[in-house]
């Protein structure tokens, strides 16, 4: 009898689930009707569609405002899952959300213009922004006034000005460094498998040298590691013994943000999975074929070692974007600031009136994560709700009270109205400045194993290994965008999981 009240859970718990993600899908596929937007309000500008600006947008009530969003980038990116994109565990289009649709769920009309900003005037109050699009053929310069202004676009990768970097080696940021970077693992296999290739050059063309240890070297190394004993070995056994991969740090240790345990258990991991880490290796000069590198050994000498390779990806860090550092230039509050626009309490950019800066571009005392971005996005978009809700409580406010000695017969319900309205409004203006809540670091370190430093009732725990990977796997499907950003993420682990990843070069 308990096996059978057991069985009818399972099933009402699986109808509620279905029944959810069909109700999810039909919302995202049947938006109501939008509200135009009303040219009396306040211009809001938000530039970007990133972590930040889209979390933004997310929460916004754009009823409020007349809301307008440039980016170059037409979609949102789940940054998180791009290093799987690089092997093909996950399809690149399933991290992907258009702008459209996150556009068209909310109530009131959002411009969206797919532009890059080139300039911000903070004294006329306009952005100038350009449109590069094939389809033109020659590059649209226009300017956008605004009242309001959010920039949220990000940072570009670092490079510290090493010679050969730009131009040889490839990054990891975006959709298209991840597809070029799928290319390149599988142009460098195939052409080590062709006719009568040098020991040395097959040598050359099979190590694959990863610059930077923090979370987006070691889950790229992991993943490419993964790729080749999965599946390359399986299917070019012939290569099989050749295929290294190098992962090359410059300070004492890889994940220097993980507690010292994690970074041990990294490192034992990735000796385990034979990924040579080279740290207090300070990369130098990039050629077109090496890398070459001064290692400090243990007695305080230097040395220059040369690293031959066929793949090389950059992943140290970020750096300011061209439109942050001129915005920057122009304020003299800013004049001390290196890593982006510092912003006070309420992400207000210091030395401006009307701007706002969220994400990697910001500097307010936090890490450059998504996590981060998020939560600075959710934060502007209740501070703009409560400014609207202000201005429209405020309004209301004057016209009760001129109306007071307009109609004297109504003097006391007019009176309590005020009241209310005026508690209200103490209620509302009573807005803290943001506070970042920090929920804890995870990445992924291959072979289905992951390392997280997790807040836990005020304190900390480390967890890493098979069951962390679980852990990593199911909250980045809780966080993905869309339901139908889930499903396809789940299709593609299973996908991968049976079939094996697709070696072909597109
Ligand atoms: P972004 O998300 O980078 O968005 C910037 C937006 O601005 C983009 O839409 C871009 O097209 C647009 N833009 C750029 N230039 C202009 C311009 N001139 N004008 C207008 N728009 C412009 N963080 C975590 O917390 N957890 C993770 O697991 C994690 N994994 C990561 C994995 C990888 C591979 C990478 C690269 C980063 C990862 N991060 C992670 C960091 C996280 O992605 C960033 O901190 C986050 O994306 C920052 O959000 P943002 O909105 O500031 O910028
Ligand atoms: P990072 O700044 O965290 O790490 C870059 C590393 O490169 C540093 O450890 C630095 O010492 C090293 N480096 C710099 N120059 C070098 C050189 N010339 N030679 C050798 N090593 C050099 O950069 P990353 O990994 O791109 O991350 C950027 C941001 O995104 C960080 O805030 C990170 O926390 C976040 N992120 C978080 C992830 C996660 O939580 N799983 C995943 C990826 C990124």
């Known amino acids: 009898r308990r096996l059978r009240w057991t069985w009818r859970l399972g099933y009402l718990s699986a109808i509620a689930g279905i029944a959810y993600i069909g109700y999810g899908v039909y919302k995202d596929r049947h938006p109501e009707p939008q509200v135009d937007p ?5 211009t809001l500008v938000i530039l970007g569609t990133g972590w930040g600006s889209i979390s933004l947008l997310k929460r916004l009530d754009t009823e409020n405002y007349n809301v307008i969003v440039i980016s170059p980038r037409n979609y949102f990116l789940f940054t998180p899952l791009l290093p799987s994109c690089t092997n093909g565990t996950i399809e690149h289009r399933s991290i992907m959300e258009p702008v459209r649709t996150i556009l068209r769920q909310k109530k009131g009309r959002v411009k969206f213009y797919e532009a890059e900003a080139s300039s911000i005037d903070p004294e006329r109050k306009v952005v100038r922004i350009f449109d590069n699009s094939e389809i033109r053929g020659d590059i649209t310069e226009t300017e956008v006034p605004y009242d309001m202004l959010v920039i949220g676009v990000g ?28 290319k390149r693992i599988m142009d460098c296999v195939e052409t080590a498998a062709f006719k009568d290739q040098s020991p040395e050059e097959i040598d050359r063309l099979l190590h694959m040298v990863v610059v930077g240890g923090g979370p987006t070297g070691v889950e790229f190394a992991g993943e490419l590691q993964d790729f080749f004993e999965e599946d390359i070995k399986k299917l070019v056994p012939e290569i099989s013994d050749r295929f290294r991969v190098t992962l090359i740090e410059a300070l004492p240790s890889v994940l220097p943000m993980f507690s010292k345990q994690l970074i041990e258990y990294t490192e034992s991991t990735f000796k385990e999975e034979k990924i040579n880490i080279h740290t207090k290796t300070m990369v130098k000069k990039v050629t077109d074929k090496t890398v070459e590198a001064e290692v400090t050994r243990p007695d305080g000498t230097k040395e220059t070692v040369v690293f031959p390779y066929g793949l090389l990806v950059w992943a140290t860090g970020n750096a300011v974007r061209p439109v942050v550092k001129d915005l920057m230039a122009r304020i003299p509050a800013q004049k001390n600031s290196r890593r982006g626009l510092a912003v006070n309490e309420y992400l207000v950019v210091q030395g401006t009136r009307d701007i706002w800066a969220v994400g990697d571009c910001a500097v307010a005392g936090y890490a450059p994560t998504a996590q981060v971005a998020s939560q600075e996005g959710n934060f502007l978009a209740r501070l703009f709700n409560n ?11 004057r016209e009760l009270s ?13 009176s309590r109205e005020i009241e209310e309205h005026e508690r209200q409004l103490r209620r509302i203006k009573d807005i803290k400045p943001f506070y970042y809540s920090h929920q804890g670091s995870l990445a992924y370190i291959g072979s289905e194993k992951a ?15 098979s069951l962390t990977f679980l852990f990593w796997r199911s909250a980045y499907i809780s966080m993905c965008f869309s339901m139908r950003n889930r499903l396809l993420v789940i299709n593609d682990w299973l996908k991968s999981k ?9």
Request: glycine share 8%.
């Open 387 to 397: 400014m609207a809700k202000t201005e429209a409580l405020e309004s209301k406010i």
């Open 38 to 42: 009303d040219p009396s309000k306040k």
């Open 451 to 465: 390392v997280a430093d997790v807040t836990w009732f005020n304190g900390n725990v480390a967890a890493a290994g």
């Open 402 to 414: 001129s109306s007071l000695n307009l109609q004297p017969g109504n003097s006391a319900a007019i």
């Open 498 to 506: 049976v079939f094996g990843r697709d070696l072909s070069r597109e």
């Open 155 to 182: 940072a570009e990768n670092a490079t510290f000005g090493i010679p050969g970097v730009r131009e040889h080696s490839c990054f990891l940021k975006e959709i298209g460094d991840a597809q070029k970077i799928r």
